[in-house]
């Protein structure tokens, strides 16, 4: 079984960067597709990111496109979220999560971490 682990989060002001890291034990990191969903309070879970096994594949959320850039180091059984010109909107629980295929489906996710803050000040 999988365990998840996010960090990085934060409080920042409205144009600065994040750099978010999940790292993933207790299971074959190199096989799992991986995602990012946040959710913002009083909010349901949402879709960011998600990357495949091999990052040949990437999807993002239209409201993150171009701004934020999810990659992984299968080495290090990690995986990253990095935000740039991060808005007051962004603010949210992150949250990372493992399944066998690559999906944008919170459905589709069988592992998940605990979470990460961000908080984003105008």
């Known amino acids: 079984q999988a365990h998840l682990e996010e960090s990085g989060g934060g409080s920042v002001q409205a144009g600065d960067s994040l750099t978010l890291s999940c790292v993933v034990s207790g299971g074959m990191f190199s096989r799992y597709a991986m995602g990012w969903f946040r959710q913002a309070s009083g909010t349901e879970r949402e879709f960011v990111s998600t990357i495949s096994w091999s990052s040949a594949s990437i999807k993002y959320a239209d409201s993150v496109k171009g701004r934020f850039t999810t990659y992984r180091d299968n080495d290090k059984n990690t995986v990253y979220l990095q935000m740039n010109n991060l808005q007051p909107e962004d603010t949210a629980v992150y949250y990372c999560?493992?399944?066998?295929?690559?999906?944008?489906?919170?459905?589709?996710?069988?592992?998940w971490g605990q979470g990460t803050k961000v908080t984003v000040s105008s």
């Open positions: 999560a493992s399944n066998i295929r690559w999906s944008d489906s919170k459905r589709e996710y069988d592992y």
